[in-house]
């Protein structure tokens, strides 16, 4: 998130990291400016746990960037967490990112090679090492050009005393919006984050596109032609994203209702009761009720102090969250024919797990619906699960992936389906995690912990990637 021109940046800054919380529980960070310096503070934790009330005194300014932290690149280290700040020749630069760079690994071993030390493991490191390049220091548009030299998914937000900017990669895999407040701008992830600060939407940020706002006003500057075939990031709209948020021109929820509807229609099943997994199944439900005529209840009770358990970075983090987090209703669904509707099957580990406390609790049976198909292949572009053997779709068929997590029935919705909501002329999408192919080549594919430990990513992952190529 990106704030110019408002008073008390940091507590702009702090409500729109507490609205997009859902993108990052590991760690959370802003840097402020006064105008002339930077000050950074962050750490490990929750938005509300890394800045209490009397931390934002401390930071004071009109312009500033935050981020939330989600790792898909770098171990669980404290000088992972984002924003990254750096002292320059031309002054201080801080930078914070979402999304992976596919060729991260190769500038970094480039930089390192002609000396220069990285304080990190993530891939967002590599930005600053181009930025404080003199062959780039020294060039007109400088940034852009930076920019251009990065292969994969991102989407950046950068400060400097007088200034932010804002850039998107040409394949525009990761949303980032522009909005204003009172004369000055914001620029966040999801919409979501400017209805309690009082923003206003503007616009989305485009593909390839390089925004700089500063006293001067806003300028526009294309750092690179949007690539021809779009690849925006269809996991956002099936789970990531809020449901009010406008991701990609779409109102998340709506989309969601659709996809249940059009679920409900490839799928059917004579059922008693619609349920569904909170909260991303919750729109998804509504949609498969309405086009089926099947009531909607509430089997699951979801507790609220439990985070997002999918983006949690260990399995036995996971696997306990998971557990502690939704009990069974026995009221809505002992005696009776179940539908469980969620977003989708990852691991599967908690869809197992879910489906026998539904048994214990009387269900006579239980029909799983997912509103996208099979997640059959690694993620490559920034959401977190890099190898095939995490994936329970992966290599199995839909009768097997039923009989694993022990459902009487389980549809998933088609690739057509996914498209339904967008028409012929809507958004080109990225779809690997489902049919494997890559829009960006993966020629240096690699895990979470590569830049740490020196691992490859699964040899046959990254043959695949390479061979199918943009799409």
């Known amino acids: 998130m990106a704030v110019f021109d408002v008073e008390r940046a940091a507590d702009v800054i702090h409500d729109g990291l507490f609205a997009q919380q859902h993108r990052g529980q590991e760690g959370a960070g802003m840097v402020v400016s006064d105008g002339q310096r930077l000050q950074l503070h962050k750490g490990p934790g929750l938005v509300q746990e890394v800045f209490p009330g009397d931390r934002l005194v401390d930071l004071p ?21 984002q924003p990254l700040l750096a002292e320059c020749a031309d002054g201080p630069w801080a930078i914070a ?22 304080h ?4 967002s490191e590599v930005l600053v090492h181009l930025l404080a390049d003199p062959y780039y220091r020294s060039r007109i548009h400088r940034v852009g050009r930076a920019l251009a030299e990065l292969q994969g998914a991102f989407a ?7 200034s932010i900017l804002a850039a998107r990669d040409p394949h525009g895999f990761k ?89 409900a229609q490839e799928h059917p099943v004579e059922a008693d009761v619609v349920i569904p997994i909170p909260d991303s199944g919750m729109s998804a439900a509504i949609g498969y009720s309405r086009a089926s005529g099947i009531p909607l209840d509430m089997g699951f009770i979801r507790n609220h102090y439990i985070g997002r358990t999918f983006i949690m970075p260990e399995a036995g983090k996971r696997a306990t969250g998971a557990d502690r987090k939704l009990s069974v209703l026995p009221e809505t669904v002992a005696g009776r024919r179940v539908v469980v509707v969620d977003d989708s099957i990852v691991r599967g580990n908690t869809a197992r797990k879910r489906i026998a406390l539904l048994r214990e609790c009387g269900a006579t049976e239980v029909h799983v619906r997912i509103s996208c198909p099979p997640t059959r292949h690694p993620c490559f572009y920034g959401i977190d699960f890099a190898t095939s053997e995490e994936l329970l779709a992966a290599g199995r068929g839909v009768e097997e992936i039923r009989g694993s997590i022990g459902a009487d029935s389980l549809g998933y919705l088609s690739e057509e389906g996914l498209l339904e909501p967008f028409g012929a002329g809507g958004p080109r999408f990225c779809r690997a995690c489902f049919n494997g192919d890559y829009p960006v080549p993966v020629t240096d594919g690699r895990g979470k912990l590569a830049l740490e430990s020196g691992l490859t990513c699964e040899s046959s992952a990254r043959a695949a990637a390479t061979r199918k190529g943009a799409s």
Do not use: K
């Not at 990112?97 to 990285?118: D, E, K, V």
């Not at 925004?211 to 075939?229: C, K, M, W």
């Open 61 to 81: 300014g009109r312009l500033g960037i935050g981020h939330v932290r989600y790792s898909t690149c770098g171990g669980d280290r404290a000088q992972n967490i």
């Open 97 to 118: 990112h979402n999304g992976n760079l596919t060729n991260a690994a190769q500038l970094r071993r480039a930089y390192q090679q002609s000396g220069s030390i990285f």
């Open 120 to 123: 990190t493991t993530t891939d």
């Open 156 to 162: 950046f937000v950068l400060l400097t005393p007088d």
């Open 175 to 263: 949303p980032l919006v522009l909005g204003t407040l009172g004369q000055g701008f914001v620029v966040a992830s999801e919409s979501c984050a400017f209805r309690p600060i009082g923003a206003r939407y503007l616009r989305d940020i485009e593909p390839g596109e390089l925004v700089t706002i500063n006293r001067d006003g806003l300028a526009s500057y294309q750092f690179a032609e949007p690539a021809a075939h779009g690849a925006q990031c269809v996991f956002e709209l099936v789970y990531f994203a809020r449901p009010d948020s406008l991701v990609f021109g779409h109102n998340v929820h709506q989309v969601r209702v659709r996809y249940g509807m059009r679920l």
